[in-house]
């Protein structure tokens, strides 16, 4: 008889042999999980060596040994007695479920897929593989099979909250935001204590655009679990899109000092650029650059924002110029960060680089009264003073806020020079 014990497939055999032999198949069996790794490897290892064992039965002690020593963090040992256990039984699914978990902790995705497959060519009504082969779908993008995969495990046992949670996040990743909440309402009603269940039914809240659902399924996650650092860090989010910046950078403040996160980072500086606190703002615009070395994400702020405060134009040049080279590839962002240092080049009296900059963002971006404007002032200090006009009338008439936006620059242009308004 072959009976399950967590994550681990466990065979009790009928053995006719002394107290110690009888106890070794206990440990090597149904009684594995209460002792530990290096327990069941050496009652396995007894048994082998013992002898007088079917195939079987066999395929059972080396699949059960296999578990141990995946327990036990040697995942090279735990194939080499998966493998052997196959070799002894082809036809057993339990076997080919445990090694694909040991090859989906040893990060062989495809290898675990190919395993729960064959899993579940022998063993067909096996939810665990259906659960194990969503799980890895889902990391490997594969949302619509990680649905079906979920859903599969569902009609099986439709009492399993981390199935429907777990079917949630792939609806959430194919924008079936409605989809998503049902799900995530069932594994609620399933496990109403656990967190986790609410915190994901905020996210698919949030993007759904329900922006109080999700506060409050933040919220009622924290009332669970205070050091929620996520649903912290989203609250903290959403509560500064809504204005309120002190309650906001409190959550996120929080939210890292649990674990530092760049995403936190980011959101609480631009929570400190709605207080025009530059300085905090920048610091964690640069401590985000400094945990992730190799993103260009924070390269358009640190430069920006210096240039909001004035400060460390040395800095801010650096930091444009890198994401500008970054963003050769990506039209939006590069034009965006060349508007960045078309106005660094403005403030230094770099009048042509300024030009070149502005003209550059507008071949991407024709329609930016940001870019039109900062062309004009460019062309304005180059004496171009026709070529001025016609660029301040096209940003006016996209915008007519610009002509204040770049008074707070530092750049005011004489009304002399601009279309009536």
Request: net charge negative; charged share 25%; with cysteine.
């Amino acid at each position: 008889m072959r009976i399950l014990a967590g994550a681990f497939a466990v065979g009790a055999m009928m053995i006719a042999s002394p107290v110690s032999a009888q106890t070794n198949a206990d440990m090597c069996g149904v009684a594995a999980e209460s002792y530990t790794p290096q327990q069941v490897i050496n009652a396995c290892s007894a048994l082998i060596e013992g002898g007088g064992y079917a195939n079987t039965d066999l395929a059972i002690i080396y699949s059960n040994r296999g578990n141990a020593f995946k327990r036990a963090g040697d995942l090279r040992s735990a194939l080499a007695d998966q493998d052997r256990a196959i070799q002894y039984n082809p036809t057993d699914g339990i076997t080919y479920y445990n090694r694909g978990n040991t090859r989906f902790d040893g990060g062989d995705r495809a290898g675990a897929i190919a395993d729960y497959d064959l899993a579940l060519r022998y063993e067909p009504s096996y939810r665990k593989a259906y659960y194990q082969r969503a799980l890895v779908n889902y990391e490997l993008g594969n949302y619509a099979q990680s649905i079906a995969d979920y859903t599969r495990a569902l009609d099986i046992d439709a009492t399993d909250a981390d199935t429907y949670t777990g079917r949630g996040n792939a609806y959430i990743m194919t924008e079936q935001y409605q989809s998503a909440i049902a799900d995530l309402d069932q594994a609620i009603r399933l496990q109403p204590n656990e967190a986790l269940h609410r915190y994901n039914r905020g996210v698919a809240n949030e993007r759904f655009g329900r922006r109080a659902e999700a506060l409050t399924d933040y919220t009622g996650a924290l009332s669970i679990d205070p050091r929620y650092a996520n649903a912290l860090g989203n609250r903290g989010n959403l509560r500064v899109g809504q204005g309120e910046h002190a309650a906001g950078i409190a959550d996120l403040t929080a939210a890292l000092a649990i674990r530092e996160g760049p995403i936190d980072l980011h959101n609480r500086g631009h929570a400190y650029v709605g207080l025009r606190d530059y300085a905090r703002a920048l610091a964690d615009f640069d401590r985000a650059a400094q945990i992730e070395p190799n993103s260009h994400d924070y390269d358009n702020d640190r430069c920006w924002y210096r240039l909001m405060a004035n400060t460390q134009l040395d800095v801010a040049r650096a930091a444009c110029d890198r994401g500008i080279l970054a963003y050769a590839n990506s039209p939006s962002d590069l034009a965006s960060i060349l508007d960045s240092r078309g106005l660094l080049n403005l403030k230094q009296g770099r009048f042509q680089d300024a030009w070149d900059d502005y003209n550059a963002a507008m071949r991407t971006s024709s329609n930016s009264a940001s870019y039109a404007y900062g062309r004009g002032v460019a062309a304005l200090r180059l004496g171009r003073t026709e070529d001025a006009r016609s660029d301040f009338a096209r940003a006016i008439a996209l915008n007519p806020d610009v002509v204040a936006n770049y008074e707070r620059y530092g750049f005011p242009i004489d009304p002399a020079l601009l279309p009536a308004r």
